[in-house]
């Protein structure tokens, strides 16, 4: 098969399967964890399908140089549009794609990854980046999430009896043991290695909320401990509700390490941002940005990461003022939505209303704009590119279920433009 490099137009080859390996709460492995591959065991939101009919979890090892992998890396290098990559190739969550982070991450390494490669698409190069979910633990349950990712949601899941051993099998015995033990045996021992022989060159901390994690201030501790912290870049997704643990604190970490960033999930302010994200409060998240902010010596270190929902939407204007109050980056994305039933997607309002909405908040942002709010302008520019869709009843209904065990009312918030509350009545 023919080998073409990004150097010799190659657009589509990525340096994630040479590097990085992504681990779910429950322990499906994926190229990245914006990677569209059919499910191992159990699908996820994102997942285009799911042919497993039992729990057979991969080790790293058994994973790394699998069928799969080598497919992928030889599709990769003969520069194919891969299915597992939709969303990097259609921009489907954001304008600034996974795909870019990852090729200038490790751009030294390249011409490493065509040379290690033979021609099966096994790799001698080793896992050096690591985004793995140890568990699902979440003090929040944010309303695009779910109880694969929050241990709150599926708490309440469990006590409203709103789960079914058919439809989320993970969460059921024997298959919720299983899944345990070899979180904390072989997944637990495959990073702790991974650290001890100074491997790791990059850690994702995603959830779950991974301040909440043991396994994230231990990791942390351990690679200052070893002396190689200066050969670490780390970065979070993290809903900044804590950052201290047992008396360590998150802000004299991460100076210590070669580079850091967090992006600090945001999707509204005051009370929007509290029913779009339940767990949050705002005023202590904006406490905890701040001390964030005091310490941080780059303006990429503290950003925004603003998921725009349809309630988000009517937040747009709040949210650039709040970058440009705090003088940070707003780093934008949109909801996944890959069903009719997503009613909170913002493709899920009519055409005009949409694009009306986008139009009114780009007429009061652009002029007073700066570089920080590039991603949030390019993002709901290219919203009006989308196609929207037609939201379902049961998406509605669903919502509306929630209301009623969290207490929420939806309709308070969509009051806030009559039009949206209008089109909400109406469905």
Not at 23 to 37: F, I, V
Not at 43 to 66: C, F, M, R, V
Not at 217 to 238: D, H, P, S
Request: hydrophobic fraction near 35%.
């Amino acid at each position: 098969m023919k080998r073409i490099k990004p150097s010799e137009g190659n657009k589509t080859f990525c340096m994630a399967p040479w590097t990085h390996t992504y681990l779910s709460p429950q322990t499906e492995r994926r190229l990245c964890c914006a990677s569209r591959e059919p499910a191992q065991s159990f699908k996820q939101y994102i997942d285009t399908g799911n042919d497993a009919k039992e729990y057979k979890p991969l080790t790293l090892k058994e994973h790394w140089n699998s069928d799969h992998m080598k497919s992928v890396r030889l599709r990769m290098m003969a520069g194919e549009e891969l299915p597992e990559c939709q969303v990097c190739d259609h921009k489907l969550l954001n304008t600034d794609v996974y795909r870019s982070y990852w090729n200038q991450l490790f751009k030294d390494r390249v011409d490493e990854a065509y040379d290690s490669t033979d021609e099966t698409g096994a790799t001698t190069m080793q896992t050096i980046s690591f985004d793995y979910r140890f568990n699902n633990l979440c003090n929040f349950k944010c309303r695009m999430c779910g109880d694969m990712l929050s241990s709150s949601w599926e708490a309440e899941s469990r006590k409203n009896k709103t789960w079914s051993k058919e439809s989320q099998p993970w969460m059921a015995s024997p298959l919720r043991e299983q899944i345990i033990k070899f979180q904390d045996t072989q997944v637990v021992q495959e990073f702790v290695e991974a650290v001890e022989t100074k491997r790791i060159k990059e850690i994702y901390w995603c959830g779950g909320e991974p301040l909440m994690w043991d396994m994230h201030w231990k990791a942390m501790q351990r690679i200052i401990e070893l002396g190689f912290a200066k050969e670490v870049y780390v970065r979070y997704n993290t809903n900044l509700s804590r950052t201290s643990f047992k008396g360590i604190k998150l802000f004299d970490l991460l100076p210590q390490f070669q580079d850091w960033q967090i992006c600090s999930s945001l999707d509204g302010t005051g009370e929007v941002g509290e029913y779009i994200r339940d767990g949050l409060n705002y005023e202590q998240w904006l406490r905890n940005f701040k001390e964030g902010m005091a310490v941080a010596k780059t303006a990429r270190e503290m950003r925004l990461d603003y998921t725009i929902t349809m309630p988000g939407l009517l937040e747009l204007k709040n949210m650039f003022d709040l970058s440009r109050e705090l003088d940070t980056e707003i780093l934008t994305k949109v909801m996944f939505t890959f069903s009719n039933d997503e009613i909170l997607s913002p493709l899920a309002l009519p055409k005009k209303l949409l694009h009306t909405i986008i139009d009114e908040a780009l007429a009061y942002i652009e002029p007073l704009a700066t570089r920080k709010q590039r991603s949030l302008i390019e993002v709901i520019k290219n919203l009006k590119n989308r196609e929207t869709f037609t939201p379902t009843k049961k998406g509605k209904q669903r919502q509306e279920n929630i209301d009623k065990i969290r207490k929420q009312d939806i309709k308070k918030i969509l009051s806030r433009d009559e039009r949206v509350l209008d089109w909400w009545t109406s469905i």
